[in-house]
């Protein structure tokens, strides 16, 4: 009991010292996230952007043969003004800013609002719906602050990040949490698919194309969605990596008007502890090939089904979406290294990093007025119409791009792939034309929508 009393006497001191008090000294001011956020601040801006779409009244008899000819020319469409309201990131000090594609992909008028309140308008210089990015450039603008792209191979879980953002629409407001897992490529609810960093730092509406920033002042990625079913943020944040944004740089300053993404020409899965157990592997990862396109760089390079991918330029890969990404971020038109697995046996394949080839032509057609199915629009099917329409792999023959009023009524949609007509087998575009000016009451298309066969009579 001496002893007990004797150390609560020597530990009074400290106690004292513990209490809550104003920081006394410049390290213990350094604590805060201030100075961070006064450097990097300045280069996230706000983004308002105008969208005109057209709409239309809708009545009971719109998609009715014999009715719709009495409401021609109701509903007929209007012009609407739609406002988007995001976030950006300044990335150059001539002004080129990233965002996501869903806050400015389709806008007519882009007016950016940087965090002195200067004002620019913007012009979209490369786009893309599917990774949900989008690059601006600012108008006129020069030696504004920008913030310097993380290598996203040295991001760890766990480690300290900042959201910063317009969330809302009530200013510039910075959020913290930390990073909260790595190469996520599924359950975001935003446009983007594939490889993404996951932060519980809070993202809200608004916060969309905002910075992402590690506490060396650098963007670790670009935000872009969160999982929710509320509406709020509930701790599980998606931001698109910086590898990622760099590549869209490159490309937008090279002058694509598009992302132009690696083409792999393969399906495949994710190789589970089934799965490996199988292949005799005493542990899941990398990815099983369940097809192959004839003219894929990886079926040049040596893959075959059945390989295993396990990693590309030496980072694992454990699903689909994570191997795109890593071939993504690559330089287009050169090559990568696959590490494959075969009979247990390792090896390391060269893969030339291409777009998807426009061979054979597409020779896409629309059907005249006048016609059977006027404004019906066709298209040769190969790898680059595969990639754009997201088409099985082993698709071939015509595609259907543009269904026209009547082609709609009567049931086609787009990416249907036509095979036969009546008595007409459908290998070619000029093959469906003609089988669709001879078609008359009662005619049979067969097609296939995704996997499934369906049969439409006219």
Avoid at 188 to 199: I, M, P, S
Avoid at 427 to 435: E, F, I, K, L
Avoid at 438 to 450: F, I, T, Y
Wanted: net charge negative; glycine share 12%.
């Amino acid at each position: 009991m001496k002893h007990l009393l004797t150390l609560l006497i020597c530990l009074l001191p400290f106690a004292a010292m513990a209490e809550t008090r104003v920081p006394q000294s410049a390290g213990e001011i350094s604590l805060s996230f201030a100075p961070l956020v006064r450097e990097t601040a300045p280069a996230v801006v706000n983004i308002y952007a105008k969208v005109v779409t057209q709409s239309r009244r809708r009545t009971p008899f719109m998609d009715d043969p014999f009715f719709e000819r009495f409401f021609e020319g109701f509903g007929a469409p209007e012009p609407r003004v739609q406002n988007s309201l995001g976030s950006g990131v300044i990335l150059s000090s001539d002004g080129i800013i990233v965002s996501n594609y869903h806050v400015v992909g389709m806008a007519t008028d882009i007016r950016v609002v940087l965090n002195d309140r200067r004002e620019f308008t913007a012009r979209v210089l490369l786009g893309d719906r599917e990774n949900d990015l989008a690059i601006l450039q600012l108008e006129g603008a020069d030696d504004l602050p920008f913030l310097r792209l993380r290598d996203s191979e040295t991001v760890e879980v766990g480690e300290l990040a900042l959201a910063i953002g317009n969330p809302f629409g009530v200013g510039q407001t910075v959020s913290s949490g930390i990073v909260s897992g790595l190469a996520r490529s599924g359950g975001a609810n935003g446009g983007g698919r594939g490889y993404f960093v996951q932060t519980d730092a809070p993202i809200n509406p608004g916060n969309s194309g905002g910075a992402l920033i590690g506490m060396d002042g650098t963007l670790i990625g670009i935000n872009t969605s969160i999982l929710t079913r509320s509406g709020g943020s509930n701790g599980i944040g998606f931001a698109i990596p910086a590898d990622l944004v760099a590549a869209f740089v490159r490309q937008a300053q090279a002058g694509n008007d598009r992302f132009v993404r690696p083409w792999a020409g393969a399906t495949g899965q994710a190789v589970t502890a089934d799965l490996a157990e199988m292949l005799g592997r005493d542990r899941s990862g990398g990815i099983i090939i369940a097809g192959l396109h004839p003219v894929s760089p990886l079926a040049e390079a040596g893959f075959a089904v059945g390989d295993v991918v396990l990693s590309v330029d030496g980072s694992e890969v454990n699903s689909p979406a994570e191997m795109l990404f890593r071939m993504s971020v690559a330089r287009a038109g050169e090559t990568t290294t696959m590490t494959r697995l075969r009979d247990g046996e390792i090896a390391d394949l060269t893969v030339a990093l291409i777009p998807p080839p426009e061979v054979p032509a597409r020779n896409a057609v629309t059907l005249p007025e006048g016609g059977n199915l006027p404004g019906l629009a066709l298209s040769g099917i190969n790898p680059a119409v595969i990639a754009e329409m997201n088409l099985p792999l082993a698709s071939e023959g015509v595609v259907v791009t543009q269904t026209g009023a009547i082609g709609r009524r009567a049931g086609l949609r787009v990416g249907d792939v036509l095979q036969r007509i009546d008595r007409f087998d459908i290998a070619a575009v000029d093959d469906a034309v003609r089988a669709f000016e001879r078609a008359s009451r009662g005619s049979v298309v067969r097609l296939l929508r995704g996997t499934r066969r369906v049969v439409l009579r006219f």
